[in-house]
């Protein structure tokens, strides 16, 4: 399993950043796949899951209305896009997918917004 995240950043707020995630070694379109984020001295959260045929979707509170989680099962790919930044969402992005009770994480990327 490989999950390859890119996309990330530094945006003054307000901005916009779209993420993406590849995924390669499993069937994709099988499978539900999450964004989830950890700032310096937090913990890791969820911020948005989609399910494997993209016809539902879950937001976390403090996201919801700003950021759009998306799929395209044909080029193995989950994207986040991130509009209205404001300086709380800084954090290191993670890839998620979860098959056979094992949790698969992608390397992260930076996101950091501030003027």
């Known amino acids: 399993v490989q999950l390859v995240e890119s996309g990330g950043g530094l945006v003054q707020p307000g901005g916009s950043l779209r993420l993406s995630c590849a995924a390669s070694?499993?069937?994709?379109?099988?499978?539900?796949m999450s964004w989830c984020r950890q700032a310096p001295g937090k913990e890791r959260e969820l911020v948005a899951s989609?399910?494997?045929?993209?016809?539902?979707?879950y937001y976390a509170g403090s996201v919801k209305g700003r950021f759009t989680i998306s799929r395209d099962n044909a080029k193995s790919t989950v994207n986040l896009q991130m509009n209205s930044l404001k300086p709380d969402d800084t954090a290191v992005y993670y890839c998620r997918v979860v098959f056979w009770s094992k949790v698969y994480w992608g390397q992260g990327t930076q996101v950091t917004v501030s003027s």
């Open positions: 989609i399910t494997n045929s993209g016809d539902s979707t």
């Open positions: 070694g499993f069937t994709f379109s099988s499978y539900a």
